[in-house]
C-alpha cells in the first residue's frame, strides 16, 4: 500500500514539472502601483500634468509642447495627459496630491508652493529683484537650486521655474502714488507675505481662490487685485476693473515639480529625460511669456482700462516701505538664500569705490543657522547705525554674508573669495570654533581684521600676534565658570563633549581646576559630530553615579542628548550655550519641562536696564518685524556681533584708515566704548584679544514659552 502511494506522489510531482515546464510565461501588462498613478503597460508610461492655468496661456502651451517633446525623446514610451485650469483640483490638492504620488507633474505657483514650502516666498518679494533678468539669474543659480533642492523634504522633485510674469496692480480708482493704496481692499492668494506686502501699505489684504476673484470684483468685496498682465485678460480681472498701474513689483513663479514618489519607480534614462526638458523648455516659455506681454497690454487698452506706469520716484517710495520684508522673511526662506541674492546685488549694482565691505562667514544653513541670522542680523543693525552716521571715513558700509554649512572646506572658499575682495575692511565669524581653527593659516595670511562674536575654543586668540579678535566667551573663563556653577547642583558631575577643538578644550580646562581641588569627573565621554543616539553614554553615566552632567554640545547632538537623558534618569545637565545655535528649545519643549537644563549666557534682553540694549531691541523689532523681545532668537549673538561691528569701526575712525595693520592696531589701542553688553574699557591690548571675561557671564534657563531668564531672575 506504501508503495502504491509513492509511486502516485512520484507521478504527481512529475506531472506537475512537465506542466510547469511547458506552460508559456505570460508578463502582467497591467501592473500598477498603489502609490504611483503612472502606469506601467509594456514598458509605457502615462503620466498626469496638472495646473491651474486656462488653455489660453504660455503655460500650457509650454506644458503642451513639454509633453510632445518628452513622447519624441523616449520613443513613444511616455504619454502626458496636461489637465489645465484645476481640472484635478485646486494647486493645494494638487500639491497633496503629488506628495502622496497620485499626480506625477504639478506645476504650482510659488506663492501656493508656500503653504508646504515656505522657503518659496522668496519669488513673491515684493521690489526685490531690479530687473527680471536678476531673477532669472537668481533662479537659474545658487538660490534657485536651494529652493528646488528643499522640495525633497516634501516628495517633490523641484525641476526649474517656469512663469507667468511680474504682477501688476488693478483697481477701481487709480493707484499711482504710496497714499494711493490706503484703506483699500485687495484680494490676494493666501501668503502672509503677500499679505504683509499690502499691510505695509496700510491696505486691506483679503485671500479669495484664484477663480473666485472676477466675481469678487464685480460684487465689491474688494477694490483691487495684483497679478501679470496673462492673468489679469485671461479671467476677465481687465473687464471689470477700470484701472491699472504697471509696476512690476513682484514676480508670479511657477514651480515645476515631479512626484518623488512616482519619480523613483521610473528608469533612471525617463528620469533624466522628465528633467532635462522641462529645464530646455524654460527659456521658451519666458520668452513667450515677454512677447505675449505686448499683447496683452494691447488688449488691456482696447477694454479703455485707465493705464498708469509707475513712476521710478514713486516706485522707490513704495519699495522703501517694503525694504524690510526681505529681512523679516529671512529666516523663512533661508538666510543662504537670501544673502546669496545680497551677494549678487552688491557685485552687481553696489561695487565701486563709494562702499566698503564687511564679510561675514558663517552657518547660515545648517544645525547652527539660528546663530548665524542672530550675528547677522546684529552686524546689520550696526551697519544701519554707523553708515545713519555717515558711513566709515566717508563710505558706506555693506555686508556680504556667505554660508559654510559648518564645513571647513567651504568657509576656506569664503575666507579665499574676501581675501579677493577689494576694499574689504574686516571678516566676523560663526559659531564652530573648529571650523575658524581649521583655517587658521589662511585667516592669518590674509591680514584682515578676524572679529569673532560666538566661536569659543582658547586657541582661536591665544596667538595674539594674529589678527584675530573675540567679542564673545574665551573657554578659559566659560569653562571655569560652568563648572563652578555646575558643582553648586551636583558634586558628582560626568561630562559630555563634543570632540572637537571647542569640546577638547573645554574639557582640558575643566580637568586641571578639578585636579587642582584632587576633585574628577565620574565619567567622561566624547563624541563625535552627526552622533544620533546617546542612550548607551548616559546609561554609562547613570552607572558611574554621577548626579549631573556637563554638556559641551552644539544644538542637534544636544537635543539628542537630552532625548537620551529624559529616558533614563532625568538628571540635571549643565550647558555650554552652543545649543542656542539652532532649535534645540523647539525641539525639547515639552521635555525640559521634566529636565532641570541651565546653560552659560553673557547677554539677555529681558529686564535689561542698560538704555544701549534697550535701543538695540527696538530696532531690531521694528526691522524683522518681531513683535515681543522675547522673540529676538539667540540674543547674545545679535549683541555680540553688534558689539564687535561698532569696535571695528571705532578703530577704523580713530586710524583714520582702511589698511589692515593699522586696523589691527587701533583694535589693541581703544580704551572706551560703551556697548550693548557693557562698557568696555581697554577692549583689547596686545597681549588680550579677548573682551569679555569670567564677570561677565551668568546662568540663564528657558521659560515655559523659550524665553531665555537670569537663573534667580
Avoid at 504619454?79 to 490638492?93: C, F, M, R, S, T
Avoid at 530646455?280 to 505675449?292: C, D, F, G, N, P
Avoid at 560703551?674 to 571675561?693: M, Q
Amino acid at each position: 500500500m506504501k508503495q502504491k502511494y509513492y509511486l502516485l506522489s512520484l507521478l504527481a510531482i512529475f506531472t506537475l514539472i512537465i506542466y510547469i515546464a511547458f506552460t508559456p510565461v505570460v508578463k502582467n501588462t497591467n501592473q500598477t502601483k498603489k502609490d504611483t498613478s503612472a502606469q506601467i503597460k509594456e514598458d509605457t508610461y502615462n503620466l498626469r500634468f496638472g495646473h491651474n492655468i486656462p488653455t489660453s496661456s504660455i503655460l500650457h502651451k509650454a506644458s503642451i509642447l513639454y509633453a510632445k517633446k518628452v513622447e519624441e525623446k523616449t520613443k513613444g514610451k511616455v504619454k502626458i495627459e496636461v489637465y489645465p485650469a484645476q481640472k484635478l483640483g485646486n494647486d493645494h490638492q494638487m500639491v497633496e496630491m503629488a506628495r502622496e504620488g497620485e499626480l506625477d507633474i504639478i506645476l504650482t505657483p510659488t506663492a501656493k508652493l508656500s503653504l508646504a514650502m515656505p522657503s518659496m516666498q522668496y519669488a513673491d518679494l515684493p521690489f526685490y529683484f531690479p530687473k527680471k533678468e536678476d531673477l532669472y539669474t537668481l533662479l537659474d543659480g545658487k538660490p534657485g537650486q536651494i529652493l528646488l533642492e528643499n522640495l525633497t523634504k516634501i516628495d517633490l522633485i523641484g525641476v526649474t521655474f517656469w512663469e507667468n510674469g511680474f504682477k501688476h496692480f488693478t483697481a477701481n480708482s487709480k493707484l499711482e502714488t504710496l497714499e494711493d493704496f490706503k484703506d483699500k481692499k485687495f484680494r490676494i492668494m493666501k501668503s502672509k507675505l503677500i499679505k504683509d506686502q499690502f499691510n505695509v501699505l496700510e491696505a486691506r489684504a483679503i485671500p479669495i481662490d484664484f477663480h473666485s476673484t472676477k466675481k469678487a470684483l464685480e460684487n465689491g468685496i474688494v477694490d483691487g487685485q495684483e497679478n501679470p498682465l496673462i492673468a489679469i485678460t485671461s479671467m476677465g480681472f481687465h473687464e471689470v476693473q477700470s484701472h491699472i498701474t504697471i509696476s512690476n513689483h513682484a514676480y508670479l513663479g511657477y514651480v515645476f515639480s515631479i512626484s518623488g514618489k512616482v519619480f523613483k519607480t521610473l528608469p533612471s534614462d525617463i528620469q533624466d529625460i522628465l528633467i532635462n526638458t522641462a529645464k530646455e523648455i524654460t527659456k521658451y516659455e519666458r520668452q513667450e511669456t515677454a512677447k505675449k506681454e505686448k499683447e496683452l497690454l494691447k488688449i488691456i487698452e482696447n477694454a479703455k482700462l485707465n493705464i498708469h506706469i509707475l513712476e521710478d520716484e514713486e516706485k522707490e517710495r513704495i519699495a522703501n516701505k517694503m525694504q524690510n520684508i526681505p529681512k523679516s522673511y529671512e529666516e523663512i526662506i533661508g538666510s543662504d538664500i537670501i544673502s546669496k541674492t545680497e551677494e549678487y546685488l552688491i557685485e552687481k549694482y553696489q561695487n565701486s569705490d563709494e562702499y566698503v565691505y564687511l564679510g561675514l562667514d558663517a552657518d547660515l544653513s545648517m544645525g547652527a543657522k539660528v546663530s548665524g541670522l542672530a550675528i547677522k542680523r546684529g552686524i546689520q543693525l550696526a551697519i544701519e547705525d554707523i553708515n545713519n552716521q555717515g558711513g566709515l571715513l566717508g563710505k558706506k558700509v555693506l555686508l556680504i554674508a556667505r554660508d559654510h554649512s559648518a564645513r571647513a572646506h567651504k568657509s576656506l572658499n569664503n575666507i579665499e573669495y574676501f581675501n579677493k575682495k577689494e576694499n574689504l575692511i574686516g571678516l566676523i565669524g560663526g559659531l564652530h570654533s573648529a571650523v575658524i581653527s581649521s583655517n587658521f593659516e589662511q585667516i592669518e595670511k590674509s591680514d584682515i581684521p578676524f572679529i569673532i562674536p560666538w566661536a569659543a575654543a582658547p586657541v582661536l586668540t591665544e596667538k595674539t600676534s594674529n589678527n584675530i579678535f573675540r567679542v564673545s566667551a574665551n573657554d578659559k573663563y566659560a569653562s571655569a565658570f560652568i563648572l563652578e556653577e555646575a558643582l553648586k547642583k551636583f558634586d558628582k558631575p560626568a561630562i559630555l563633549v563634543e570632540n572637537s577643538i571647542w569640546g577638547r578644550s573645554s574639557l582640558e580646562v575643566m580637568k586641571k581646576i578639578l585636579e587642582k581641588e584632587s576633585k574628577a569627573f565620574s565619567k567622561v565621554i566624547k563624541f563625535n559630530r552627526g552622533e544620533k543616539d546617546f542612550l548607551d553614554e548616559i546609561n554609562k553615566i547613570n552607572k558611574a553615579n554621577a548626579n549631573g552632567i556637563i554638556m559641551v554640545s552644539n544644538p542637534i547632538e544636544g537635543s539628542k542628548i537630552v532625548d537620551a537623558v529624559f529616558e533614563t534618569t532625568k538628571l540635571p545637565i549643565i550647558s555650554h550655550w552652543g545649543i542656542l545655535g539652532g532649535d534645540f528649545f523647539d525641539k525639547q519643549k515639552s521635555k525640559l519641562e521634566e529636565i532641570d537644563l541651565q546653560f552659560i549666557q553673557s547677554f539677555s534682553f529681558i529686564n535689561n536696564q542698560r538704555k544701549e540694549a534697550k535701543d538695540l531691541a527696538t530696532k531690531y523689532m521694528n526691522k524683522y518685524n518681531v513683535k515681543t523681545i522675547d522673540k529676538i532668537k539667540a540674543p547674545a549673538g545679535v549683541a555680540q556681533a553688534y558689539d564687535a561691528t561698532m569696535l571695528l569701526a571705532k578703530a577704523i575712525e580713530s586710524a583714520k584708515s582702511f589698511e589692515k595693520q593699522n586696523i589691527k592696531n587701533a583694535l589693541e589701542s581703544i580704551k572706551v566704548y560703551n556697548g550693548i553688553i557693557k562698557d568696555y574699557k581697554n577692549v583689547f591690548t596686545k597681549n588680550n584679544h579677548d573682551a569679555l571675561e569670567k564677570k561677565d557671564f551668568f546662568m540663564a534657563k528657558f521659560n515655559e514659552d523659550g524665553l531665555i531668564l537670569k537663573v534667580g531672575k
